[in-house]
């Protein structure tokens, strides 16, 4: 027989029940903007019916609801999706920042970068060409060439200085990303005893996700939950994080890395010390953008590479305005030298010749003492050694220049930062008195004669002598001006002017006029030697392969600008596919106000009338209890 009190305790389930969905309804909207929070429900059961006896047998009769859980709403799917697309979205803002950092590096709108010192270079050059024995326009082209070295390494240390931000960056992410494993593994292990009275720890799940979203912006990762409610995270094959265990990452000791000038890292796992390398985040992304600066400098060195080597091998092939015309000839490196400078270098050491060596990409410089110049006539030779003729079927000769010295040093190959810092003009141009070596004059090859004006009797090269142009000529300054803004002909192409055969190694009007060559003192062999058509010279093999510097450079820039403008539009496609995803999951589990409070009214109506059945079966009872019986007394 069913319990007169049974009513009583369907309206308190009832009640009870209404007041459990208020609470939660009231701890979601107080967490409406509480980050990583999940909105949740109440689940409710009809509570087991009781049977009681009827006219035609037995019926059951409700006893009311109670709660089974509290539930979180979670889209675990919308979850796997947001974490893989953040991990990319992080890798482009990552490599946005660092482009914007390399752009202002580069950026010459303010007529103050590499660019703007670049014309300014190129035109004292040019302005020298027409008059040569101007001394401001000598000084001009010191100036200028100064200004441009300064550009360069300043660009080159201000790249060093991006490259060191990013290993500090690293460290940072490194830090931050076992603070998130370590937050992880205590979230497991307090969701895991929470749940294990089968309880379900929302709010820690919540707090947990969270730090999952926060540590996918670092890492691609995946996510698998076992049978205890534990998370494992795994990245690129390694298991970051696996119940209650984890790995921890650290950075290795600095490695000194000379060609840039700067101390390597990478990022290890402490306890195999074996390397990590993620293939997505934020930290996949700074030791890309690490690569790519690197890539940076490596341009700047090659234009500093160009100027060491062809630069100064078409300098090497003029004559500067000291001295005394009559007199040139062999230059002994001593003071009994009394014609003008030949065969010297406009940028770097005067006494180091620097070759460019295209199999290992850097600057050979030989250190040289005791060097010596030696002027002579050489034969103008075609690809396969033979000498060529002109029309009428004579030899044609041109001027050689034979750099000759003792090795002092012979294992400096210069790569990176160090050919940038060998970047100087020749101190002996830039000492007082120094701008009359700038060679901007050429020499030729011309007929000997006799005291009487007579051409000599002699046959062959024997029959000619090297002399050098008027101080005002700048025919030499013209080709060196070209090396700017001229590229290298793909194949020989020859010039004549003024009757002077030119042979040109290098596009344009980048003519030579003379053949270099670098020789070590007692040697039968050249280190370099320009007339060999068959081995490496610095005006066949130059570290802007075809191109000027000015299209090295613009191309450079170029591109620079051209990747950071695509990686823009690739941002900007993520942040639109994260915003959708973000619906998604808000869809989801976020907190709408609308229904909440909505909620709300319907819970508290519904416990208001719970509360006013209760009162109504409480008179009942009364009436029953105190009032039957009564009457007649």
Known sequence: MRSTFAGLNTMVRGIYANQLSLDTTGHNITNAGTEGYSRQSVNLAATRGQQVSSIYGQVMVGTGVDSTSIERARNVYADKQYWSETAQQQYYKTQQTNYDKVEAIFNDSGNTGVKNALTEFYNAWNDLSTSASTASNRTAVIEKSNVLADRIKTASQQLQAQINAQYEDMSLSVTQINDYTDQLVKLNQNIMTTEATGASANDLRDQRDLIVDNLSKYMNLNVYEDEKGMYSVVSNGITMVNGINKITL???????????????????????????????????????????????????????????????????????????????????????????????????????????????????????????????????????????????????????????????????????????????????????????????????????????????????????????????????????????????????????????????????????????????????TFLMNMQDKKAENNMTSRSLDTNSVNAYYSAAVSQLGSDSESLDDKADAQDDLILQITNWRSSTSGVDWNEELSNMIMFQKGYSACSRCLTTMDEMLDKLINSTGMVGR
């Open 250 to 524: 650290e950075m290795s000791e600095p490695q000194t890395n000379k060609t840039y000038g700067i101390s390597d890292y990478t990022v290890n796992i402490k306890e195999s010390g074996i390397a990590y390398i993620p293939t997505n985040g934020s930290l996949k992304a700074q030791m890309d953008t690490i690569a790519e600066d690197k890539g940076y400098l490596d341009q700047m060195a090659n234009i500093a590479g160009f100027l060491l080597t062809t630069f100064n091998t078409v300098h090497q092939q003029g004559a500067g305005i000291d001295g005394t015309d009559s007199s040139l000839g062999d230059d002994d490196g001593t003071a009994t030298y009394k014609g003008p400078s030949y065969g010297r270098n406009f940028w770097g050491d005067d006494n180091t010749l620097y070759t460019w060596d295209a199999t290992n990409q850097c600057v050979q410089a030989t250190q040289m003492k005791d060097i010596t110049r030696r002027l002579t006539v050489a034969e103008k030779t075609d690809a396969d050694g033979k000498a060529l003729k002109d029309t009428d079927g004579n030899v044609i000769y041109m001027p050689q220049v034979t750099i000759t010295g003792t090795k002092v040093d012979t294992g400096n190959n210069l790569k990176g930062i160090n050919i940038i810092n060998a970047l100087q003009v020749n101190t002996a141009i830039t000492a007082v008195g120094g701008q009359s070596l700038i060679a901007a004059r050429t020499l030729s090859v011309t007929k000997k004669t006799d005291e009487n004006g007579k051409f000599s009797t002699a046959t062959g090269k024997d029959a000619y002598e090297v002399a050098v142009n008027g101080s005002g000529d700048g025919t030499n300054a013209t080709n060196v001006a070209s090396l700017v803004n001229m590229g290298q002909y793909n194949g020989e192409k020859d010039y004549s002017v003024n009757n002077t055969s030119y042979q040109a190694y290098s596009g344009g009007n980048v003519i030579s006029s003379a053949y270099v060559a670098y020789q070590e003192s007692g040697a039968t």
